[in-house]
């Protein structure tokens, strides 16, 4: 709560550019065994099999499609 006066400055927005998270493939094998124990192997999305695999980075069992997706000429997203 003592942050929330910053929200918006220089300073916020520069924390977080250098704190944001970046899938990897180990995020992505730590989602792709939690679903597998979700929906194969039957166990609760609250239970400890899950939060054993995903707790520890905050992660959740959910797989985006841009994730698994390589462009192979991606387009120029920057704005003029």
Known sequence: ???????GTTEDCQ???EKQ???????QKLVEEA???LYVE????DGEH????LKDESLVPTEVGVSNCT?????DLERT
């Open 42 to 45: 039957g166990y609760a999305v």
């Open 21 to 27: 998270r970046a899938d990897s493939n180990e995020h």
């Open 35 to 37: 679903r597998k124990k």
């Open 71 to 75: 462009l192979v000429n991606p387009p």
């Open 50 to 53: 899950i939060d054993k695999l």
């Open 1 to 7: 709560m003592d942050k929330i006066p910053s929200l």
């Open 15 to 17: 924390m977080r550019v």
